[in-house]
């Protein structure tokens, strides 16, 4: 039984594990757990299946009037998938030609208002786990914990390869390096909310840290905010 729900942020680079941690966490503390960037992905294929012209904030405005995101628990894989527009499509947004454009279109200021306003809404009952780039910044920026994740880019580019190599064997090492590099940039220095850590954010660096070490060590991190917030676990 939980007496104080509360909001946990987490934010950090490309592939630092942010969404295996955030979905364990949410799992034990019985929460949601909300993969904002799978928000940013299935835009991004909405708008390339669609060929969106998304330098056009007119065309952008009105490709997102047509766009619905909600998220499903899948009980088989024991994990909530994003639909866009009552399509599950979650096995289309991780592809390379998506994560090829989703920064940009993720740095574009309307696209973030639409995602982030949600997001917001979405925090509005607590219990839950979000993870992003922004998340402790802009869209929960009164988060009871936030968590800021990092991870040596040689092991996180050897993560994100295995992950996509197991759907596509023809993938590189260096074509899933130049991705990561590429969106940490744009990532980091757009306009609109770039990710950086917030001020009061616990930085987690999981370079050596094995799955269960590094979920104990946030469930200690739960634990012990101040009696007022603290979940029972
Ligand atoms: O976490 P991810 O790699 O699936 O995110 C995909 C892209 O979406 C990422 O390059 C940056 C963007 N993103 C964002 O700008 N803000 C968020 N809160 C989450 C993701």
Not at 44 to 68: C, G, H, W
Not at 84 to 95: C, T
Not at 137 to 161: C, G, Q, S, Y
Not at 185 to 204: C, G, Q
Request: net charge negative; charged share 30%; hydrophobic share 40%.
């Amino acid at each position: 039984m939980q007496q104080h729900k509360i909001i946990i942020a987490i934010d950090g680079f490309s592939s630092c594990g942010k969404s295996t941690m955030a979905r364990e966490l949410a799992k034990k503390l019985g929460y949601s757990y909300i993969d904002s960037g799978a928000m940013y992905r299935a835009i991004t294929l909405y708008f390339l299946r669609n060929q969106v012209d998304y330098s056009d904030p007119v065309k952008v405005m009105e490709a997102l009037a047509n766009i619905n995101l909600t998220f499903e628990f899948n009980e088989e894989e024991q994990r909530s998938n994003i639909y866009l527009n009552d399509e599950d499509v979650e096995s289309y947004i991780r592809d390379m030609i998506v994560s090829e454009k989703v920064s940009e279109v993720a740095a574009i200021k309307q696209v973030r208002a639409f995602a982030v306003g949600q997001q917001k809404q979405m925090g509005k009952k607590k219990a839950i786990v979000m993870d992003g780039r922004d998340i402790g910044t802009a869209v929960f920026p009164h988060a009871e914990l936030k968590i800021f994740m990092t991870a040596d880019p040689e092991v996180r580019v050897m993560r994100r390869f295995k992950e996509l190599y197991a759907t596509n064997p023809h993938i590189s090492m260096d074509e899933v390096r130049h991705n990561l590099e590429l969106r940490d940039y744009i990532d980091s220095n757009r306009e609109e909310s770039p990710l950086r850590r917030a001020e009061d954010a616990r930085i987690l660096d999981n370079t050596a840290l094995t799955r269960e070490e590094q979920l104990k060590l946030v469930v200690d991190w739960v634990k012990n905010l101040s009696p007022k917030m603290e979940p029972s676990i």
